[in-house]
């Protein structure tokens, strides 16, 4: 069954992602990170600048490269595909379909109101879904 985990209360959840992807391919992880179309290019973007000393190898999903690549970026609605992949890791404001053919996901919630809607939506459909998340409280 898959394990499904929401990180609430955060600040600034690209670079929460950040860190939380360099934990993840430094051991060794396959992730699969789904976010809004309007927020691959600046995910992208965050990924090559956030740390001056560490690289993390990521690419987007259709790449050539994608089945060597420890990170893949996607805005697909459906990431069954990715069923490979260790990790869903989900910024988008919507529930993705498919989640259930990876071992383990990681819903992150801003915490602006309106991210805060958007997770507890995610969460019912979790819910309804016959899974019952997981919640921790982050302070970044």
Known sequence: MTQVEFRVGVADPLAYVCGLLRVAAGKGARLVVRVDPALVDTLDARLWTFSQLDFLPHCRAGDPLEARTPIVLTDEADVSRFGERDCLVNLAAA??????????????????????????????????????????????
């Open 95 to 140: 529930s993705a379909g498919g989640w259930r053919a990876l071992p383990r996901v990681i819903e992150v919630v801003g915490a602006t109101p309106a991210e805060k809607q958007a997770g507890r939506e995610r969460f019912r459909a979790y819910r309804s879904g016959g899974c019952e998340p997981a919640t921790m409280e982050v302070d970044v």
